[in-house]
């Protein structure tokens, strides 16, 4: 896979963006199905053989080689329902859902995934490019950018790397749910949505881990999240003028204890506090009955503007949170923190103290 001269064979080494087609391979895509009026795929294995590719140079506009080397590729279909399918070790995508120039009025195309398992594949577990109604129940999108590829004798990743993907390309992207589903332990973020007009899509009693990378990164409107659990950071969440488009955690458990994590390593971000949620200064964002634990060296969110609404916060010694906002309700907090500029409605204990 990748870029290989078209005469002799060998690999051709590339300075990105290379994207000549004459020197482009491609291992192929295992089930493309293109303007069918329904297809349901169930109850199979489909192994991409990752480790045996022979990888030629970086294919690409900007990183990794971006060459078809997918699961399952479905592209404008009236209806599609993936069930029971295990779709692990490809060099790309296990599953890559596209639906071209949707105008944002377009009439749903639901797209429907149960109890499959997306893992080991090199650049996503599931790309989401294009589309109206997207579900999955029971899914697991994990390990993204973790398989070894022998000739190269390292790991095989390309970014973004995540979980789950959402990146509208000439299209849109919305009216996704993901119920009961994993994303743990990829080498990007777990969920991403950072690009394209990306919005509505809702997460329930869903399990983020992030590892060496951000757990969620949800940065597009309507996104919400009820009775989900996240270890390691999230970074991102949208902010809006509008808190009914502004990200929502409901119910929502935030954590940094390495003893719910495969590898041991909780990712804590960038910023040196290390904070579980890293919003900056994103407004409207809402946290309702929110539990937030930072005693592994962790800090409590870093925001200015954030909604804290009946939450309950905890952190440990050495560090300081910056859990700055609007406080409604009845909160919380034990730990080393500056609120500064934040306003209190209701009622707010600080280290048993009540805050005016």
């Known amino acids: 896979m ?15 963006p290379f994207v000549d087609y004459d020197y482009r ?16 795929v169930e109850h199979v294995e489909l192994d991409g053989n ?9 294919w690409s506009v900007d990183e990794g080689w971006q060459c078809y080397a997918h699961g399952i590729h479905t592209v404008s279909n009236d209806r599609v329902t993936i069930r029971a399918v295990h779709a ?17 009025n377009a009439a749903s195309r639901p797209v429907t995934l149960m109890d499959c398992t997306f893992e080991y594949n090199a650049r996503q577990g599931l790309s989401w490019v294009g589309g109206n109604a997207l579900s999955a129940t029971g899914c697991k999108f994990n390990h993204t950018g973790r398989a070894r590829n022998i000739g190269l004798d390292r790991v095989l990743s390309s970014p973004p790397g995540a979980g789950v993907d959402l990146e509208a390309e000439e299209s849109i992207v919305r009216n996704g749910q993901f119920i009961d589903c994993e994303f743990v332990n990829n080498v990007g973020a777990g969920v991403l949505a950072a690009s394209g007009p990306v919005q509505d899509v809702g997460f329930s009693g869903c399990r983020f881990v992030g590892t060496t990378a951000w757990s969620a990164w949800p940065d597009k409107p309507g996104f919400r999240f009820d009775d989900c659990t996240f270890l390691g ?13 502004a990200t929502q955690f409901h119910q929502c458990r ?45 800090a409590l969110p870093w925001s200015t503007r954030a909604i804290y609404k009946d939450c309950t916060m905890q952190q440990g010694t050495g560090v300081t949170g910056y859990p700055r906002g609007r406080y409604i309700g009845r909160n919380s907090i034990i730990g080393k923190v500056d ?14 103290r009540f805050q005016n």
């Open 233 to 245: 950071a999230v970074v991102n969440p949208y902010g809006d003028g509008d808190a009914s488009r």
């Open 50 to 58: 990752l480790a045996e590719h022979v990888i030629g140079g970086k």
């Open 88 to 104: 692990h070790h490809f060099a790309v995508d296990a599953m890559m859902q596209v639906d071209h120039r949707l105008s944002p």
């Open 254 to 298: 935030f954590d940094d204890d390495p003893a719910g994590s495969p590898t041991g390593q909780v990712y804590g971000g960038v910023n040196l506090d290390r904070p579980l949620v890293d919003m900056s200064n994103r407004e409207n964002v809402l946290f309702d009955l929110c539990t937030f634990r930072a005693t592994r060296g962790s």
């Open 25 to 40: 391979a491609d291992p192929g895509i295992m089930i493309d199905a293109s303007g069918c009026a329904s297809l349901i």
């Open 339 to 352: 609120i500064n500029g934040s306003t209190i409605g209701g009622t707010l204990q600080l280290n048993g």
């Open 2 to 16: 990748g870029a290989f001269h078209p005469v002799t064979g060998a690999a051709r080494l590339t300075r990105l």
